[in-house]
């Protein structure tokens, strides 16, 4: 059974820097590519990156392009999303997932956890 679970989810100021992690179990992270999503207070979950499973092919939404980076390391069986500049429209709940491809990246979900960013 596959678990993500994520971590470093925090109250930041805008214009700071936060890092969330993803420790994924049950399955082999190398087989695997791997998101972000996130959801915002009465919004839908939006796409926010993808990683491919080597880490050579990333994929971010217009709105974090630039400020955010994703990566994973396949020994330690973790994915990072480092955000940079934060905004308040930053602020939601993010979840780790991961899928067959980054075309499919949503096919398991985390808990999530919470960022949210004060003007």
């Known amino acids: 059974q596959v678990q993500l679970v994520e971590s470093g989810g925090r109250s930041v100021q805008a214009g700071d820097s936060l890092m969330l992690s993803c420790a994924a179990s049950?399955?082999?992270?190398?087989?695997?590519?791997m998101g972000w999503f996130r959801q915002a207070p009465g919004k839908e979950r939006e796409f926010v990156a993808a990683?491919?499973?080597?880490?050579?092919?990333?994929y971010y939404a217009d709105s974090v392009k630039g400020r955010f980076t994703m990566s994973r390391n396949n020994a330690e069986n973790t994915v990072a999303l480092q955000m940079n500049t934060l905004k308040p429209e930053d602020t939601a709940v993010y979840f780790c997932?991961?899928?067959?491809?980054?075309?499919?990246?949503?096919?398991?979900w985390g808990q999530g956890t919470q960022v949210t960013v004060s003007s």
């Open positions: 990683v491919n499973w080597d880490g050579r092919s990333t």
């Open positions: 997932t991961m899928g067959g491809d980054c075309a499919y990246v949503d096919e398991h």
């Open positions: 049950g399955r082999t992270l190398s087989n695997y590519a």
